[in-house]
């Protein structure tokens, strides 16, 4: 944006601001300088709308927000740092929604609340069930690399790791041209293949995720496991 949101887009300020109204009034954004973070108590609300539990969050705003997404830690020490329970254990962040699957949830133009209301909730509820050891509520992808290579794997309908990885490098390219080589596997021109499927993605991922998820998509990753269920 060349400048900090706060001061780009005072109108997200605004929408950030009344997001935090009814059921996330115990949420409060602090602003200190060009930094924003909300921290408070953050309701998991049962299908009657009641409080089933609640967890003591701070959310960051990156400054390229809201194309890069908001950080969310839990920080009462609840959740253990560990990746099957979706916390980067470096960083502590909350895993609460993969990147290239935010157009699902949480597209960008969405509202804050939006992102509280969807993925940050969905997330906690998650937490809660497994500490009483029922199951995950929402599919369920694995930590990292394998979790990226479920996710583009379930929607090419492919298991070959080699696939994926090179639909990925697709969609990282600034410019997917004609001439380019298909994904699949046919050695065919992209323009005589696929290029609809790499066309309409392009669309839901921005070619800097995806870069980012090329990253994370080594020879490592060849052997994922099943996508768990809890």
Not at 41 to 65: C, K, M, Q
Not at 71 to 90: S, W
Not at 205 to 230: D, F, H, I, N, T
């Amino acid at each position: 944006m060349g400048k900090a949101w706060l001061k780009a887009r005072p109108d997200l300020v605004e929408d950030v601001q009344k997001s935090l109204d009814g059921a996330f009034c115990n949420l409060h954004l602090f602003i200190v300088g060009n930094r924003a973070e909300i921290r408070g108590s953050f309701p998991v609300l049962g299908a009657d709308g009641l409080v089933l539990d609640r967890y003591s969050l701070r959310i960051t705003f990156p400054d390229e927000y809201p194309e890069a997404l908001p950080e969310v830690q839990e920080v009462a020490g609840r959740i253990p740092r560990i990746a099957d329970r979706h916390i980067f254990t470096d960083s502590g962040n909350c895993c609460v929604l993969l990147e290239d699957a935010r157009w699902e949830s949480f597209p960008v133009g969405a509202s804050f609340r939006t992102f509280l209301e969807l993925p940050v909730h969905n997330y906690f509820l998650g937490q809660s069930l497994v500490e009483r050891r029922e199951n995950w509520p929402f599919d369920d992808w694995s930590h990292g690399g394998r979790g990226i290579y479920e996710y583009y794997s379930e929607a090419l309908h492919t298991k070959d790791f080699d696939v994926v990885r090179r639909f990925v490098g697709l969609l990282a390219l600034a410019e997917a041209k004609g001439h380019h080589e298909c994904f699949c596997g046919s050695r065919s021109r992209l323009r005589d293949c696929c290029s609809t499927v790499v066309s309409v993605w392009r669309e839901r991922v921005p070619a800097g995720v995806a870069r980012r998820s090329l990253g994370w998509l080594q020879p490592k990753e060849r052997q994922p496991a099943s996508r768990r269920k809890r």
